[in-house]
């Protein structure tokens, strides 16, 4: 591990870049900390706090920016309906409190947004919804389609029924994984601490907060310690690593003290916190991740007119496509050809092969007809997408 003075040095050079400012942001992830949303001493819920963070909330829809939370509190909350003891639950207790807490959990964020005339709308997921293909294009169309239709989509890890074996274990991990999946562009992790300390800051007086880190390195990941409160499961060492699958993806993180009033509000006046930023966006670093990540298992050869389409930034639909090659799934990559059978590009396939035999050369609004459900207009859309040269 570095020493604190090396620390130290690092911190100056990553503070000496100029943080970013709230409202630069379109799309914005809000994870909040079972240990903020209840209270540890009465395992009651802090109401008026929640109040203030959806004022917040409200603040940012307003200026039209989309909005998703990904809050914990259904176990701490669980339990206190059920009266289970302090401490570490069993597997069977943690589910039991869950599947408690989450409809309490639903109905305070339904009623509080509500409240400003804005919809709440629930997501469950597990580990594997946001690590398997298909589960997670699903998860993402939803997501997508809640905010296309001005909803908060407010997202927990399903902890009724994941196992030690195949769950997140804390949201901050989680929060990141949705905001990628979601193309935020910006995430926020709402905290016990104002932020990355050079030094456990309650154990060394001499800690001083980072306010803007460029890269996590082997330095900044040293910097972390662990949970801060008895109901958080996660610590700062989550949080980073949080960061490191955030702004991989293409989206900015802060994390800023969430036990003030309005949290939210006090990062845009500026209130000490930690920035962690990215060099790309959420749609470049996809088209990164398809363009070298991942093995086609099929291709698309396209009319010319279609070729002229998505070179000019549009979506590729089904009526610009003349042949279909290989056994793909919905989900999976394919390469997109010319009609000399060039390829111009690749991207992920809305459909799966026999379905996509089906619509091909035919126009968009026959799809219902043809499959015997509404799918998408899109065989490929832009943002799933990358072309040649890029």
């Avoid at 990355?196 to 154990?203: D, E, G, I, S, V």
């Amino acid at each position: 591990m570095a020493s604190v003075t090396a620390l130290s040095i690092d911190a100056e050079k990553a503070g000496a870049t100029p943080a970013p400012r709230l409202d630069q942001f379109r799309r914005i992830t809000i994870k909040v900390g079972s240990s903020l949303l209840v209270d540890a001493a009465q395992g009651a819920l802090r109401r008026t706090w929640l109040e203030m963070l959806a004022d917040d909330i409200a603040a940012l829809h307003s200026r039209g920016a989309d909005v998703l939370v990904v809050s914990s509190g259904a176990v701490a909350m669980g339990r206190s309906v059920l009266g289970l003891p302090a401490g570490t639950l069993k597997l069977e207790d943690s589910q039991a409190a869950a599947a408690v807490g989450q409809i309490a959990l639903a109905r305070i964020w339904a009623e509080v947004l509500g409240d400003r005339k804005l919809t709440a709308g629930q997501i469950l997921v597990t580990y594997a919804d946001t690590e398997e293909r298909r589960r997670y294009l699903n998860a993402r169309a939803t997501i997508g389609r809640l905010l296309d239709l001005k909803a908060v989509p407010v997202i927990n890890e399903n902890d009724t029924v994941a196992t030690s074996e195949i769950r997140y274990g804390d949201n901050d991990r989680l929060a990141a994984r949705v905001a990628t999946m979601a193309s935020a562009d910006l995430l926020i992790l709402l905290s016990d601490v104002a932020g990355l300390y050079t030094a456990p800051p309650a154990a060394n007086a001499d800690a001083k907060l980072i306010e803007c880190v460029p890269k996590i390195t082997a330095e900044i990941e040293a910097m972390a310690g662990g949970a801060a409160s008895i109901l958080s499961r996660g610590g700062m060492r989550t949080k980073i690593e949080a960061g490191k699958i955030a702004t991989t993806g293409g989206t900015h993180m802060v994390i800023a003290d969430g036990r003030v009033d309005h949290p939210v509000a006090r990062i845009a006046d500026s209130a000490p916190c930690t920035w962690f930023l990215t060099g790309s966006n959420p749609v470049t670093a996809r088209k990164k991740w398809i363009a070298g990540s991942i093995e086609p298992r099929g291709a698309l050869h396209v009319d010319s007119g279609a070729a002229r389409a998505i070179a000019s930034g549009k979506s590729l639909l089904p009526a610009g496509v003349k042949k279909i090659e290989g056994n793909f799934a919905r989900g999976d990559c394919v390469v997109i050809r010319d009609e000399l059978g060039a390829e111009i590009g690749r991207g992920l396939v809305a459909y799966d092969a026999g379905d996509a035999v089906q619509i091909a050369g035919r126009n968009s609004r026959d799809i219902e007809a043809l499959l015997g459900m509404q799918g998408r207009a899109e065989i490929i859309h832009r943002d799933d997408m990358v072309l040649a040269g890029d």
